[in-house]
């Protein structure tokens, strides 16, 4: 950055006063901070990157108090990035403010394949941070797998099951994927059976692969107990919530088989716990009858977390859940976003397939399309259900699907200036989208942020951390 930015970005600290998952601030009036490899990583860890800017006291209510010497500090800075692996490249800047010198160092994210960025001194799983909020965390041993899983391009759907044998696959359905499978294509089904187990990893080196258990066993737990999916319907908003009768869930079923039948068993307990209403068209007059939910965009949901959730063995104990609240309906798989895809993009461009050959398989067996069409498909879906837009989350090692089934009701104009007034003052201490959708008690974080928020920020009242990345998950809002 420029000097002038910097000293823009100086300012800005003293209206935020926080940090933010971009910004890490140090005191550095005294010395460099001798441990900055936890921001080095957890900043190059991410696509955005992020600043440190030294000179300010977080512990003097950001005060601005210089660094101790901006050449020396500069040097001290380059030689703890350097014990990065990879090297870390700072760009670094220097102004003078008031008489007192500021150093910014600018990490640039690393490119995903070159990910985690770790401190040499502590190795790969324990000097490997992420950034959660404003502050640096330890990598969960899952998330440093995840980018070696990416980077190696390993496939986790074909590893081998040792336990599992052909005869115990159901026949019928392997005899059909291998029929489906040589329609149009003559040379494939010239090959004999055996040998397109092989070449299509029904089987590798004549050992049975995890794919083929999960979709042609007629019972894949006995491998693999908790792959699985867990389906809950839960008496009110949140977790831990009680009925009437101190009840903790209204229903719970534990559903399992193989991916077309926890696919077909899931929908039918989603179906069973949705209740129906009548909507009568007042030009047509025409009757049509409506779930909470289009029950095509929870079978995408569904589909997609039983194709794409992470199959490792680091996961293998963790089920798929399916959380039905008075709200909303969550649909949560573990493994997060695979590649270089983000949230933004879902829908958009075209993903990197973390099971690829689970995913051609249901293909074949006409389960799924396998064409990318499912979020578009759901985010129409709960459109033309005139229900507000889905939310997805990418949350440490976890992908979550939020349907609501009510839109927010806008309050009457006679309230608004009284409700705007109260939102601002709440907004003088930064917010992130979801404590601005709590405080102003709404169950939509999007609905909120645009109905409520971005009328003020385009009228200046309101303004943007990010301002040149408006989109940004990591946006703070703040009033003056």
């Known amino acids: 950055m420029t000097?002038?930015?910097?000293?823009?970005?100086?300012?800005?600290i003293q209206k935020l006063k926080c940090e933010t998952p971009t910004l890490e601030i140090k005191s550095a009036e005294s010395g460099c901070p001798k441990r900055?490899?936890?921001?080095?990583?957890?900043?190059s860890n991410q696509d955005d990157g992020g600043i440190i800017i030294f000179g300010v006291d977080e512990k003097q209510d950001f005060k601005e108090v210089g660094v101790y010497d901006p050449q020396d500090i500069q040097k001290k800075i380059n030689e703890q990035c350097i014990q990065m692996e990879p090297i870390v490249r700072p760009l670094l800047t220097v102004a003078e403010k008031e008489g007192k010198f500021f150093v910014s160092a600018e990490i640039p994210g690393t490119d995903i394949t070159d990910r985690p960025v770790f401190y040499q001194g502590k190795g790969r799983l324990k000097g490997s941070y992420v950034r959660v909020g404003d502050s640096d965390e330890p990598m969960t041993e899952y998330e440093v797998y995840s980018y070696e899983a990416y980077r190696k391009k390993y496939q986790d759907d074909i590893r081998v099951?040792?336990?599992?044998?052909?005869?115990?696959?159901?026949?019928?359905?392997?005899?059909?994927?291998?029929?489906?499978?040589k329609v149009g294509k003559p040379r494939l089904a010239a090959i004999s059976d055996e040998e397109i187990y092989e070449l299509m990893s029904i089987k590798r080196d004549n050992i049975l692969t995890l794919s083929s258990v999960m979709n042609f066993s007629p019972y894949p737990q006995i491998y693999f107990p908790q792959l699985c999916i867990i389906a809950t319907v839960v008496p009110g908003t949140d977790m831990g919530v009680v009925g009437e009768q101190g009840e903790r869930f209204v229903d719970n079923q534990r559903i399992e088989g193989n991916i077309p039948e926890m696919l077909e068993g899931a929908m039918q307990f989603v179906s069973r716990?949705?209740?129906?209403?009548?909507?009568?068209?007042?030009?047509?007059?025409?009757?049509?009858?409506?779930?909470?939910?289009?029950?095509?965009?929870?079978?995408?949901?569904?589909?997609?977390?039983?194709?794409?959730?992470?199959?490792?063995?680091?996961?293998?104990?963790?089920?798929i859940q399916i959380i039905m609240y008075e709200d909303r309906l969550e649909v949560?798989?573990?493994?997060?976003?695979?590649?270089?895809?983000r949230i933004d993009q879902l829908g958009k461009v075209q993903p990197d397939t973390r099971n690829p050959v689970i995913a051609n398989e249901l293909e074949v067996l006409k389960i799924t399309e396998n064409?990318?069409?499912?979020?578009?498909?759901?985010?129409?879906?709960?459109?033309?259900?005139?229900?507000?837009?889905?939310?997805?989350?990418?949350?440490?090692?976890?992908?979550?699907?939020?349907?609501?089934?009510?839109?927010?009701?806008?309050?009457?104009?006679?309230t608004e200036n009284i409700e705007n007034?109260?939102?601002?003052?709440?907004?003088?201490?930064?917010?992130?989208?979801?404590?601005?959708?709590?405080?102003?008690?709404?169950?939509?974080?999007?609905?909120?942020?645009?109905?409520?928020?971005?009328?003020?920020?385009?009228?200046?009242?309101?303004?943007?951390?990010?301002?040149?990345?408006?989109?940004?998950?990591?946006?703070?809002?703040?009033?003056?």
């Open 273 to 319: 716990n949705m209740r129906s209403k009548t909507i009568i068209d007042p030009q047509t007059g025409k009757r049509e009858d409506r779930t909470d939910y289009p029950v095509l965009a929870v079978r995408e949901a569904i589909l997609n977390a039983l194709v794409h959730r992470d199959y490792s063995i680091h996961t293998e104990g963790m089920p």
């Open 36 to 43: 900055l490899y936890d921001t080095l990583s957890s900043f």
């Open 332 to 341: 949560r798989n573990p493994g997060g976003l695979y590649g270089r895809i």
């Open 421 to 480: 007034n109260e939102l601002v003052q709440f907004c003088k201490t930064p917010r992130t989208r979801m404590e601005i959708c709590e405080f102003l008690g709404m169950s939509t974080v999007t609905y909120a942020i645009q109905t409520r928020v971005m009328p003020l920020v385009e009228r200046g009242i309101i303004k943007l951390s990010i301002p040149d990345k408006p989109k940004s998950p990591k946006q703070l809002y703040y009033s003056e």
């Open 161 to 181: 099951v040792e336990r599992a044998s052909l005869a115990s696959l159901n026949q019928d359905m392997l005899s059909k994927y291998i029929e489906l499978l």
């Open 3 to 12: 000097t002038e930015e910097l000293i823009e970005k100086l300012n800005l």
């Open 371 to 414: 064409r990318y069409s499912g979020i578009p498909t759901i985010r129409r879906t709960m459109q033309e259900y005139g229900l507000p837009n889905p939310e997805f989350l990418d949350e440490r090692g976890s992908f979550i699907v939020k349907f609501y089934k009510h839109g927010e009701v806008i309050n009457p104009i006679q």
